[in-house]
């Protein structure tokens, strides 16, 4: 396989909400290209980028796949010689699997964001341009699905143009709609490119049908316009000659995309092939090369800390990875995606992993198209590439020359929001669980997986129902661990709304030495969020220092526990104030357990209560819908933050209780005809209302005659 240079490489986020068509996209790139023997299609699993059982099977994209194609972009300049290799990431669409895109779009220089010509932008759409303004990413948009009942390129523009601005300019029109959509108008070379549907996506050039000419004339003079708006030298340019030559008017556009100041749109239907070509060229034109968006910043320290740096994306720059994806792979062991954020990487190198102190032994370096690995001998700088079998290295991670130490920040990925209660079917199940768990963990940083220690359940955490439906599936078909499901828990915690100064004391007599700890503290809540504040007031050496940790831990271990129904106990400070010890009988365990028995005690004082997940709700929906919508959303003790027209749609934006969102999924589709789209992620924890907070702490606290008194506190009484 050929190597590239930076100038060479093109890293292209295929991105948009589910069903707008990115993985069949891609696929008809790649045949395009020459890169595959035939078009694949979703709809009988043939593409490469969706490639897992699951997604198959489902199909929709789950995780991100990625593939490269080699094109010759027509009339290609010299920023561009010879063949340039572009790189596509095939993200999910899905709000479930999104912090896939998120996580994965690092490691991109530019966008493609898809939409459906006939619903016009959507949840996700909004979702992944943020993503892509988050890295400062350039971008375009493609209204795909043109040969579709109903697509309308005039209607999806206006969708698109209310959301994110009159700088999403068209550069093509198409040229027919549904059945017999057939090309499009290229609108700064001002020629037709007329396609054979199913071919090989490369096009004949012809002059622009008559019926379309003058609106080819207008939309191209709005594009010269908006091109020259932004550069003083093609506006003096514009107003001397009244429109620009196409060669300035190119370079006009590529400027204006690296700037973000234009966001183009174009045309296509992936399904039928048309239009391929031209959006090849697109992106070897218009989209710049890793080094043309400028230098990449770092950190001295991990975590977002210490001072920042900045390093050109350039092979003379000392060498430095990023590790933006982990497969874990029940044959190849764990492969780790990265990009090459400088420097040049050798097969056969040893690198440094600044995260992990390590050093890593990059031996069959590979690029991949979708599951098949190619091997390689080198990447150069803005390449991305895959190793199997490192030995520490996971997701996140910064690699590179041990003389040029430096740390590239992951993704921020929110919380889960939802957990479920997992039951391994045989003893052989729960045996194997840990291994096969550990590994799915290390590709998904969405997941959360732990065991309760009251219930001793284990307890798996994703980011809506189907994530974790899709995680149990692969669990049983990679690693043969079967496991059932159990309905969802919401993460419920408790905190307290009042003050409270209480005493703990330990003291047990034995034969020999005993155990004595005596503690007294304060507590006092802190605002949401706040978690856990420890305090050490103690002065006169009434507990020694030596032991002061052990009432913080006690403490600690008895909030986790919880008081009212067994969630954890947060936003709270306890003080330790005072305390007695014993020179012979005192010890840690002694004072562990009076801190436990202190924040017991204090905790009846405090007015208990228990919190509930609020989530932040974005619906999507045909303006039809809205008033139904509103209407369910505030039976689920739901609160309207606001909802906007978008062209034909509506969105709604609300905060719910996370336990009244559980099912509505299914409500939604079934109240909207399958038409509507929701995205949900944590937005804060808020008080249950009392006679639904006695409600859960019945369910959950173990006896019943403790039930009536807790649930008394939590409300006050």
Same mark, same amino acid.
């Given at each position: 396989?050929?190597?590239?240079?930076?100038?060479?490489?093109?890293?292209?986020?295929?991105?948009?909400?589910?069903?707008?068509?990115?993985?069949?996209?891609?696929?008809?790139?790649?045949?395009?290209?020459?890169?595959?023997?035939?078009?694949?299609?979703?709809?009988?699993?043939?593409?490469?980028?969706?490639?897992?059982?699951?997604?198959?099977? %489902?199909?929709?994209?789950?995780?991100?796949?990625?593939?490269?194609?080699?094109?010759?972009?027509?009339?290609?300049?010299?920023?561009?010689?010879?063949?340039?290799?572009?790189?596509?990431?095939?993200?999910?669409?899905?709000?479930?699997?999104?912090?896939?895109?998120?996580?994965?779009?690092?490691?991109?220089?530019?966008? *493609?964001?898809?939409?459906?010509?006939?619903?016009?932008?959507?949840?996700?759409?909004?979702?992944?341009?943020d993503f892509a303004t988050e890295y400062e990413l350039p971008r375009a948009f493609i209204?795909?699905?043109?040969? %579709? /009942?109903?697509?309308?390129?005039?209607?999806?523009?206006?969708?698109?143009?209310?959301?994110?601005?009159?700088?999403?300019?068209?550069?093509?029109?198409?040229?027919?709609?549904?059945?017999?959509?057939?090309?499009?108008?290229?609108?700064?070379?001002?020629?037709?490119?007329? =396609?054979?549907?199913?071919?090989?996506?490369?096009?004949?050039?012809?002059?622009?049908?008559?019926?379309?000419?003058?609106?080819?004339?207008? &939309?191209?003079?709005?594009?010269?316009?908006?091109? $020259?708006?932004?550069?003083?030298?093609?506006?003096q340019e514009f107003f001397d000659k009244g429109t620009l030559p196409v060669e300035d008017?190119?370079?006009?556009?590529?400027?204006?995309?690296?700037?973000?100041?234009?966001?183009?749109?174009?045309?296509?239907?992936?399904?039928?092939?048309?239009?391929?070509?031209?959006?090849?060229?697109?992106?070897?034109?218009?989209?710049?090369?890793?080094?043309?968006?400028?230098?990449?910043?770092?950190?001295?320290?991990?975590?977002?800390?210490?001072?920042?740096?900045?390093?050109?994306?350039?092979?003379?720059?000392?060498?430095?990875?990023?590790?933006?994806?982990?497969?874990?792979?029940?044959?190849?062991?764990?492969?780790?995606?990265?990009?090459?954020?400088?420097?040049?990487?050798?097969?056969?190198?040893?690198?440094?992993? *600044?995260? %992990?102190?390590?050093?890593?032994?990059?031996?069959?370096?590979?690029?991949?198209?979708?599951?098949?690995?190619?091997?390689?001998?080198?990447?150069?700088?803005?390449?991305?590439?895959?190793? $199997?079998?490192?030995?520490?290295?996971?997701?996140?991670?910064?690699?590179?020359?041990?003389?040029?130490?430096?740390?590239?920040?992951?993704?921020?990925?929110?919380?889960?929001?939802?957990?479920?209660?997992?039951?391994?079917?045989?003893?052989?199940?729960?045996?194997?669980?840990?291994?096969?768990?550990?590994?799915?963990?290390?590709?998904?940083?969405?997941?959360?997986?732990?065991?309760?220690?009251?219930?001793?359940?284990?307890?798996?955490?994703?980011?809506?129902?189907?994530?974790?439906?899709?995680?149990?599936?692969?669990?049983?078909?990679?690693?043969?661990?079967?496991?059932?499901?159990?309905?969802?828990?919401?993460? =419920?915690?408790?905190?307290?709304?009042?003050?409270?100064?209480?005493?703990?004391?330990?003291?047990?007599?034995?034969?020999?030495?005993?155990?004595?700890?005596?503690?007294?503290?304060?507590? /006092?809540?802190?605002?949401?969020?706040?978690?856990?504040?420890?305090?050490?007031?103690?002065?006169?050496? &009434?507990?020694?220092?030596?032991?002061?940790?052990?009432?913080?831990?006690?403490?600690?271990?008895?909030? /986790?526990?919880?008081?009212?129904?067994?969630f954890p106990v947060v936003d709270f400070r306890a003080s330790l104030y005072d305390g007695?010890?014993?020179?012979?009988?005192?010890?840690?365990?002694?004072?562990?357990? &009076?801190?436990?028995?202190?924040?017991?005690?204090?905790?009846?004082?405090?007015?208990?209560?228990?919190?509930?997940?609020?989530?932040?709700?974005?619906?999507?929906?045909?303006?039809?819908?809205?008033?139904?919508?509103?209407?369910?959303?505030?039976?689920?003790?739901?609160?309207?933050?606001?909802?906007?027209?978008?062209?034909?749609?509506?969105?709604?934006?609300?905060?719910?209780?996370?336990?009244?969102?559980?099912?509505?999924?299914?409500?939604?589709?079934?109240?909207?005809?399958?038409?509507?789209?929701?995205?949900?992620?944590?937005?804060? =924890?808020?008080?249950?209302?009392?006679?639904?907070?006695?409600?859960?702490?019945?369910?959950?606290?173990?006896?019943?005659?403790?039930?009536?008194?807790?649930?008394?506190?939590?409300?006050?009484?």
């Amino acid at each position: 396989m050929k190597t590239y240079n930076t100038e060479q490489i093109r890293n292209v986020g295929i991105v948009g909400h589910g069903d707008t068509g990115k993985t069949q996209l891609v696929s008809s790139l790649l045949f395009t290209a020459g890169m595959t023997p035939r078009l694949g299609k979703v709809a009988d699993g043939s593409t490469v980028t969706d490639w897992d059982e699951e997604e198959i099977a %489902r199909k929709i994209s789950i995780q991100t796949g990625v593939a490269y194609a080699e094109w010759q972009a027509a009339g290609a300049s010299g920023s561009a010689p010879d063949k340039t290799k572009i790189n596509f990431l095939d993200t999910p669409g899905y709000s479930t699997f999104i912090n896939d895109t998120k996580a994965s779009l690092i490691a991109a220089d530019a966008a *493609f964001i898809l939409v459906d010509a006939s619903a016009g932008c959507q949840v996700v759409t909004e979702k992944v341009w943020d993503f892509a303004t988050e890295y400062e990413l350039p971008r375009a948009f493609i209204i795909n699905w043109m040969d %579709r /009942e109903l697509a309308s390129f005039d209607r999806a523009l206006e969708s698109i143009q209310q959301v994110f601005g009159r700088g999403a300019v068209p550069v093509q029109l198409p040229i027919g709609a549904e059945k017999n959509f057939k090309g499009v108008v290229d609108l700064v070379a001002m020629k037709a490119l007329i =396609y054979t549907p199913d071919a090989d996506g490369k096009a004949k050039i012809e002059e622009i049908p008559a019926d379309l000419a003058d609106a080819a004339k207008a &939309a191209h003079e709005a594009l010269v316009e908006m091109v $020259a708006e932004g550069d003083d030298e093609l506006m003096q340019e514009f107003f001397d000659k009244g429109t620009l030559p196409v060669e300035d008017l190119k370079k006009g556009l590529h400027a204006a995309v690296l700037e973000k100041r234009i966001f183009p749109v174009l045309a296509s239907s992936a399904l039928h092939n048309i239009g391929s070509d031209a959006i090849l060229n697109f992106i070897v034109d218009e989209f710049p090369s890793p080094a043309a968006r400028g230098k990449a910043a770092a950190y001295k320290e991990p975590q977002r800390k210490g001072e920042t740096i900045e390093r050109a994306v350039d092979d003379k720059e000392p060498l430095s990875l990023f590790v933006f994806k982990t497969l874990a792979d029940p044959f190849a062991g764990r492969i780790s995606y990265f990009k090459v954020m400088s420097g040049v990487l050798k097969n056969d190198a040893n690198v440094s992993n *600044f995260n %992990r102190n390590g050093v890593e032994r990059f031996q069959h370096l590979e690029i991949r198209q979708g599951k098949t690995a190619a091997a390689i001998p080198e990447l150069h700088a803005g390449d991305i590439g895959t190793i $199997a079998k490192l030995k520490d290295t996971t997701t996140g991670d910064t690699l590179g020359d041990k003389a040029a130490t430096s740390f590239y920040p992951p993704a921020r990925i929110p919380e889960p929001s939802i957990t479920f209660a997992i039951e391994p079917k045989t003893r052989a199940d729960e045996d194997r669980i840990g291994v096969a768990i550990h590994r799915i963990l290390e590709e998904d940083p969405a997941l959360r997986f732990s065991r309760d220690p009251q219930t001793k359940e284990f307890l798996l955490a994703g980011a809506g129902q189907q994530h974790v439906e899709v995680v149990v599936a692969k669990l049983r078909k990679r690693y043969h661990v079967e496991l059932t499901l159990k309905p969802p828990k919401v993460p =419920y915690r408790e905190t307290i709304r009042g003050k409270a100064d209480a005493e703990g004391k330990h003291k047990k007599q034995t034969g020999g030495h005993g155990q004595f700890g005596l503690c007294r503290i304060k507590m /006092e809540p802190l605002p949401r969020g706040a978690g856990f504040e420890f305090v050490d007031d103690i002065f006169g050496g &009434a507990i020694p220092k030596n032991w002061i940790p052990s009432v913080e831990k006690g403490i600690v271990d008895a909030a /986790e526990r919880g008081y009212l129904a067994g969630f954890p106990v947060v936003d709270f400070r306890a003080s330790l104030y005072d305390g007695k010890y014993h020179d012979v009988d005192s010890s840690d365990i002694a004072f562990k357990i &009076a801190g436990a028995l202190a924040f017991k005690e204090a905790m009846k004082q405090a007015k208990p209560a228990l919190l509930e997940p609020i989530m932040k709700v974005e619906v999507y929906a045909p303006d039809q819908y809205s008033g139904d919508i509103m209407g369910n959303i505030s039976s689920r003790r739901g609160r309207i933050s606001g909802s906007e027209a978008r062209g034909h749609n509506v969105v709604v934006r609300a905060q719910v209780p996370l336990a009244e969102m559980l099912s509505y999924a299914n409500d939604l589709t079934s109240m909207t005809q399958g038409r509507a789209g929701y995205s949900m992620e944590f937005s804060h =924890y808020d008080f249950v209302p009392a006679e639904l907070a006695e409600k859960v702490i019945a369910a959950h606290k173990p006896h019943a005659a403790e039930e009536e008194e807790s649930a008394s506190a939590a409300n006050g009484h």
